[in-house]
């Protein structure tokens, strides 16, 4: 059977049609499957055409989507205040972003990584239609953002003025990028280098993990931290259901308020361990009252309240699990955490016959009487690691995961640095022990760092019930009648005859 050409495709040219039949024959029984992914995000910028263009960009500069990707990073840590605000535009935004990147994802998932490099990296008919998609998607962001920071920005909330500067940026960056991506030819379109490639692939593969340590990291993680905490509190504090529940005091509304009490500060100086804990006990109370909200239990609410307040719940938890899968630089943000001591002593225990294997060797025993600053820096990063965990430090709770993890990386680092050094003047073998040593303390410390799943939330979005105005009606009907039943009063019991 002939493979039938895909339909529906975008008015000006059949792009996608040529992309999708380019694929490997085999590939194209999922063309429906991508086709329909396109539509729905078509589907969005045909919405964001109903929304007012921004002014014309001023710049002329080539970013590269750098500025566009930095600036809806920068939008992101702005969640949990934008989903607070309750604005149908920033949802509308979200809903492209998704669209956009999910386009990309679905692709990859169908061809994987030695696909995607041979037949959608190179072909002129895949260039073309990832150049229109961004040239749409940056065109539909910058309507979205420009028009939501200016209606926000006239309700005047002290809260969302970060979120409106960060969205003024994204509308100029994106409108930017936009009018260059429609001035380039659609012939002869670059290739993207192999490196750029292998990042993508990366993220494709593991999207999102972690903030990272530098001050990049920090600032972002610190600005998620900020808007988790505003925006529960413009829910709290602007919401007709916010503002009755701040009068209420049931226990999970009590559980609540003490876990949103005992958040760390907003920066990492306690360790995004200890932070992730925190901020999943908030998303775990929080996610707790929604649903006795839901129930009926807490009076009369309306359906776009509890969308509010879920949207503040959706962001602690994706800030939650940022944070526990921060992990020092170098080490593999996938690792899988140390489930309990005797894993951990057993990891050190591995590592320590790694280094004591390369001690031996030929490149060991010359290079460890030298003085050579590769060779003292190693030697002191090992000195400073501190004393593995016992078995008083009960499941790790008590025991400076972070900091160890923080340490051992510095070690796995010195030890890669040696090997860079010195890889020229001893044999394979030999250098092979050291790499080993080096990716062993890698590892410990990506496991060491990671925050174990046991102490976090399941994803509330997962198996959340959705609430519309009728099942709130339904519900408040329920406590309704509940609260009106008649209480039986008890069968008065008689003294017996004994008595």
């Known amino acids: 059977m002939t493979e039938q050409t895909v339909a529906a495709v975008p008015e000006r040219n059949d792009t996608l049609r040529l992309a999708l039949n380019s694929l490997p024959h085999p590939l194209r029984r999922h063309n429906e499957e991508l086709r329909t992914t396109y539509q729905t995000l078509r589907n969005t910028w045909l919405r964001a055409d109903a929304v007012p263009a921004p002014p014309a960009p001023a710049g002329g500069g080539s970013s590269g989507g750098r500025d566009v990707s930095a600036a809806l990073r920068a939008v992101e840590a702005h969640s949990a205040v934008l989903g607070a605000a309750g604005n149908p535009l920033w949802e509308q935004l979200q809903e492209t972003r998704k669209a956009t990147a999910r386009m990309r994802q679905s692709v990859w998932a169908v061809t994987g990584d030695r696909v995607w490099r041979r037949h959608v990296v190179p072909n002129a008919h895949w260039k073309r239609l990832w150049t229109d998609i961004a040239q749409e998607s940056t065109r539909a962001y910058a309507r979205l953002a420009g ?7 006239r309700e005047g909330r002290r809260e969302t003025r970060g979120a409106v500067a960060a969205l003024r940026e994204l509308s100029r960056a994106a409108a930017e990028r936009s009018a260059e991506l429609g001035k380039l030819s659609r012939k002869d379109l670059p290739t993207p280098d192999a490196a750029t490639v292998e990042r993508e692939l990366s993220g494709l593969r593991s999207p999102a993990r972690g903030y990272g340590l530098g001050d990049a990291g920090r600032a972002q993680a610190a600005q998620a931290s900020r808007d988790v905490r505003q925006g529960l509190k413009l829910w709290a504090e602007q919401s007709p259901l916010g503002r009755r529940l701040g009068k209420m005091k049931t226990p999970e509304l009590m559980a609540m308020r ?13 360790g995004p361990r200890e932070a992730a804990r925190r901020y999943g006990e908030l998303v775990q109370r929080t996610h707790a009252v929604r649903e006795q909200i839901r ?10 309240d509890v ?13 939650t699990r940022r944070l526990a899968d921060t992990v020092p630089a170098g080490t593999d943000p996938a690792a899988v955490a140390y489930g309990s001591v005797k894993d951990a002593q057993d990891g050190m225990l591995k590592l320590a016959h790694q280094l004591i294997d390369w001690q031996k060797s030929t490149m060991g025993q010359d290079l460890l009487p030298s003085q050579d600053r590769h060779v003292d820096a190693l030697r002191n990063a090992w000195r400073n690691l501190p004393d593995q965990p016992s078995e008083k430090n009960k499941d790790l709770e008590s025991y400076d995961r972070w900091g160890a993890a923080q340490k051992m990386a510095e070690f796995g680092r010195a030890a890669q ?3 860079e050094q010195k890889k020229d003047s001893y044999s394979a073998a030999d250098q092979a022990k050291l790499q080993a ?5 890698m590892s410990n410390a990506a496991r ?3 925050v174990p799943d046991a102490l976090l939330p399941n994803d509330p979005a997962k198996k959340r019930i959705a609430v519309t105005e009728q099942s709130a009606r339904q519900a408040q009907a329920q406590a309704q009648v509940r609260a009106q039943a008649p209480v039986t009063q008890a069968p008065v019991r008689r003294a017996s005859a004994k008595a």
């Open 307 to 319: 969308a509010t307040l879920d949207a503040v719940i959706d962001a602690g938890f994706r800030h």
């Open 147 to 153: 028009e939501l920071a200016g209606q926000l920005e």
């Open 417 to 419: 640095a040696l090997l």
């Open 258 to 270: 003490k876990a949103w009490a005992n958040l760390p500060a907003d920066d990492l100086r306690g």
């Open 295 to 304: 129930k009926g239990k807490m009076g009369r609410y309306s359906a776009k």
């Open 448 to 450: 060491m760092a990671k």
């Open 437 to 441: 040593v080096a990716e062993g303390a």
